[in-house]
């Protein structure tokens, strides 16, 4: 058995978002966001129907959901403000007052509770009148929008929250719905893509320049879910050259603007080649290298792997990433049964070297780690308490290898799972669970802790845990 303590002040929390947990009540008509729109578009898509409308209803339970936040050791919570419940006028940035006084409450209610709150401004949340009118993040327009509405919030809250995220994943939606089509609105055009990916880093460099303008204490940066890349091979050169593609656009196409203030120009190369490029100022890339990041969060559940493309790329085809690449699938790997996805603990501890080696050791903190799991219910003990002691497990394998990297110099600040409550996520819904806290929505949208929450807590009060090995490595 080896035995891990958790350093002083090393940050101990969990992160959700507005539309995931809020639901509609309280909004005012027509105040939709991109998500709302992806469910209204094809509802069928998702698990059971199940969408936003009333996510985990925390608009009405959010008092006694922050209690018992407090009771399953959450430290600090992360959540998001939803811009189209915050702001009334989204291209004058007026504030919604009604709106503004459930975050006032939730904020309030934390810090009473002795809970730090992290505040991001986007979670996906985009108005829909923005996409529809303008195009979203490829408007330069609606990146002013989008400036206006994160200057309301830092006034508002500048004296409540220390930790400010400007977005949190902001590659998910334009590659799932503008490059990949999985999502609506299921369209395959990478060029607008990077238009969005753009943007959306010209929205974090000019919030991150307001933020300072404004003189508020405290750090901001942004939420990235880099993919992980490993190459099938090291030896082979069309692998090597597999995994560097992949890797500039899943990893670095966020990270080198957002923490160097460039763009690699490997990728810019490469974009130009295919026709890709974004439209840019060259006094909006100045911006964006003078408003790098403070802090970055770092969410994490598997990693990339991937080898040399075996087959001739169609060039009729709109381009994609994957003309350079595709997945490898390593055998023997450990999956999640349920999910799909591969278990690698020991990626959490290669993104810490990464960091510190390639990034100058950047403040930085897990923001979302987890495992999800379906039909929890048949681990059930006779109790009513879920005994998901394989969540116990994940969470441990993953602290260790990360606590093993903070030994070794990684300036990790923190540990935020994905989720205390089970909630719904895009077309997912409620089939595969997350939380520490089991959701009820037969009986009331119940709360019930699970073995995990209870362990969470105790990790919380001995900051410590003892784990019986870590598993060898694989590549």
């Given at each position: 058995m080896t035995l891990y303590t958790l350093p002083k002040d090393f940050l101990l929390g969990a992160s959700f978002s507005a539309w995931q947990t809020e639901g509609w009540a309280g909004k005012k008509e027509k105040c939709d966001h991109f998500v709302d729109m992806m469910y209204k578009a094809a509802p069928e898509r998702w698990h059971n129907g199940i969408g936003p409308a009333i996510a985990t209803d925390f608009y009405h339970k959010w008092e006694?959901?922050?209690e018992l936040m407090a009771k399953s050791g959450m430290e600090t919570v992360r959540t998001s403000v939803d811009w189209t419940r915050f702001i009334d006028n989204y291209e004058q940035g007026t504030v919604n007052e009604d709106g503004a006084r459930f975050y006032d409450q939730v904020i309030d209610g934390l810090l009473k509770h002795g809970i730090e709150p992290m505040i991001c401004l986007e979670h996906w949340e985009l108005?829909?009148?923005l996409y529809e009118k303008y195009g979203g993040y490829a408007s330069s327009f609606v990146v002013d929008c989008y400036v206006k509405f994160a200057e309301k919030v830092f006034e508002r809250y500048r004296n409540k929250v220390k930790y400010w995220w400007t977005f949190n994943e902001p590659i998910v939606i334009p590659q799932l719905c503008f490059m990949d089509g999985f999502w609506y609105p299921y369209r395959s055009d990478t060029k607008v893509a990077m238009q969005w990916i753009y943007g959306k880093i010209l929205c974090n460099a000019k919030a991150i320049k307001r933020f300072r303008q404004m003189n508020i204490s405290g750090s901001i940066g942004i939420i990235l879910n880099p993919a992980l890349v490993y190459g099938r091979s090291t030896d082979n050169p069309q692998d090597v050259q597999a995994q560097k593609i992949a890797d500039l656009?899943?990893?670095r196409s966020f990270m080198d603007p957002c923490i160097k203030g460039e763009f690699p120009l490997e990728l810019i190369e490469l974009l130009e080649k295919e026709a890709c490029m974004f439209t840019y100022r060259e006094e909006d890339l100045q911006i964006?290298?003078?408003?790098?990041?403070?802090?970055?969060g770092m969410n994490y559940y598997q990693p990339m792997r991937v080898m040399a493309q075996r087959f001739q790329w169609n060039e009729t085809a709109p381009f994609h990433p994957g003309k350079y690449f595709e997945e490898y699938n390593l055998q023997g790997k450990k999956v999640n049964p349920w999910r799909g996805w591969e278990i690698y603990p020991q990626g959490i501890y290669d993104i810490a070297m990464r960091i510190k080696l390639e990034y100058d050791n950047i403040p930085?903190?897990?923001?979302?780690?987890?495992?999800?799991?379906?039909?929890?219910?048949?681990?059930?003990?006779?109790?009513?308490?879920?005994?998901?002691?394989?969540?116990?497990?994940?969470?441990?394998?993953?602290?260790?290898?990360?606590?093993?990297?903070?030994?070794?110099?990684?300036?990790?600040k923190g540990y935020m799972v994905w989720n205390w409550l089970d909630n719904i996520s895009p077309v997912n819904s409620l089939k595969n669970r997350y939380?520490?806290?089991?959701?009820d929505p037969e009986h009331n949208y119940a709360r019930i802790m699970k073995k995990s929450g209870e362990w969470f807590k105790r990790l919380h009060d001995a900051r410590q845990f003892q784990i019986d090995s870590l598993e060898k490595e694989y590549r």
């Open positions: 006694s959901d922050i108005p829909v009148s656009f899943y990893w964006i290298k003078e408003n790098t990041i403070d802090i970055l930085w903190l897990i923001s979302e780690n987890g495992m999800g799991v379906e039909d929890e219910g048949r681990y059930r003990d006779a109790s009513g308490i879920i005994q998901d002691d394989y969540r116990i497990e994940f969470m441990k394998e993953h602290l260790a290898y990360l606590l093993n990297s903070v030994s070794e110099g990684s300036n990790c939380g520490l806290v089991e959701l």
